[in-house]
C-alpha cells in the first residue's frame, strides 16, 4: 500500500550512507488547485517540491529553505518553500501554451537558487546559486549539491496530478569500520528505481526492492503537509518596503490596494485607512479584511 504525505528516513548501518524517502499526496493535490498549471509544468514543479521536502529533512536546521529554478525559456520561475516543521508550499510562473517539451526545452538557459532562512533573528540567511545543467530536476539538484555542497548525492523524482514523490540517498564521511563500496552498491541500486514505483509503491516496499541484501535501520515516517506562510502583517511590512510615495500613488489611482498570495490564492485588501496605519508606531495590520 502506498504511504501518504510522509518522510521516511533510513541509514545503512555499519556504512556511511543515508537516504529519505518522500511521498506528496493531499499537499501536492492542494498546490494544484490554487494554479491551472499545464502537465509539462505539473511534473517539473511536482518534482521539485518533492525534492524540496527531501534536501530540507537533510539540514540540522530550524527555519525555511526555499528552492527556486530560474528559466529563461517558457517557464520563467519554480519556487518551493519547505520548513523544518514539513511543511510545503510551491508555485510557478510560465508564458504561453505548454504542451510539450523536456526539462532544457521548458526552463532554457537558467539558475538554480537555495535559500535558506533561520527562524532565529541572530542566525544569518544562506543562499547558493549555480547555473541549471542537468537533463532534469533530479540531476540538477544533484550538480547543485557536488559543485556548491560538496556531497555525493542521487535523487529519483516523479510527479504526476495525484502525486509527487522522491528518494534521496547521501554519501556521508567514510567509517573507520566501514563498508568502503556500500556507496556505489546504493547508488547503482537507486537508479533502478522507476518513477511509476515511486509514485505508487509504499516506502516499505521500494526499500525492500532496492536494498533487501542491505542491513538498513528504517525510522518512523514523519507527517508532511501543504501550509502558506502568508499574513495579513506580511503583507503590510511587504507594502511599507514600497514607500508612503509608492502607495499613496497606487491609492489615488485605485481607491484600494489588492495584494493576491501566489501561493494559496488569498486576497488582501487594505484601503485608505488600512494604508494609513502603515505608518503610525506600533501598530500592527490587523487580520481582517482577507478575501478568498
Not at 502506498?2 to 541509514?11: G, N
Not at 532554457?108 to 535559500?115: A, C, D, K, L, N
Amino acid at each position: 500500500m502506498h504511504t501518504t504525505d510522509s518522510l521516511t528516513r533510513f541509514m545503512f548501518e555499519h556504512a556511511a550512507v543515508r537516504g529519505e524517502l518522500v511521498s506528496l499526496d493531499e499537499t501536492w493535490r492542494e498546490v494544484l488547485k490554487h494554479a491551472d498549471y499545464p502537465p509539462p509544468l505539473q511534473t517539473l514543479l511536482g518534482e521539485l517540491m518533492a525534492a524540496a521536502a527531501l534536501l530540507i529533512a537533510t539540514l540540522k536546521f530550524d527555519g525555511s529553505m526555499i528552492l527556486q529554478m530560474q528559466g529563461e525559456g517558457a517557464v520563467k520561475l519554480l519556487v518551493v518553500e519547505a520548513t523544518s516543521a514539513h511543511t510545503l508550499r510551491a508555485t510557478a510562473k510560465w508564458d504561453g501554451d505548454l504542451t510539450e517539451g523536456n526539462f532544457a526545452d521548458l526552463l532554457g538557459s537558467g539558475r538554480m537558487v537555495i535559500t535558506l532562512d533561520p527562524a532565529s533573528a541572530d542566525k544569518q540567511a544562506y543562499q547558493g546559486i549555480v547555473p541549471l545543467e542537468g537533463a532534469d530536476v533530479a540531476a540538477a539538484l544533484m550538480h547543485y549539491m557536488v559543485q556548491s555542497e560538496q556531497i555525493d548525492t542521487h535523487i529519483v523524482l516523479a510527479a504526476d496530478e495525484t502525486c509527487a514523490a522522491g528518494m534521496l540517498i547521501q554519501k556521508l564521511p567514510d567509517l573507520a569500520d566501514g563498508d568502503p563500496d556500500a556507496w556505489n552498491r546504493a547508488s547503482h541500486l537507486a537508479a533502478t528505481l522507476k518513477a511509476e514505483e515511486l509514485l505508487t509503491l509504499d516506502g516499505g516496499m521500494i526499500l525492500h526492492r532496492l536494498f533487501h541484501e542491505e542491513d538498513l535501520r528504517v525510522f518512523e515516517p514523519e507527517p508532511v503537509r501543504f501550509a502558506c506562510t502568508c499574513s495579513r502583517s506580511r503583507v503590510a511590512d511587504m507594502l511599507k518596503m514600497l514607500g508612503r510615495e509608492e502607495i499613496e500613488s497606487v491609492l489615488e489611482e485605485r481607491g484600494q490596494i489588492e495584494v493576491q498570495c501566489e501561493f494559496c490564492n488569498r486576497h488582501y485588501r487594505f484601503d485608505p485607512i488600512d494604508a494609513a496605519q502603515l505608518w503610525l508606531p506600533n501598530v500592527s495590520a490587523a487580520e481582517g479584511e482577507t478575501r478568498h
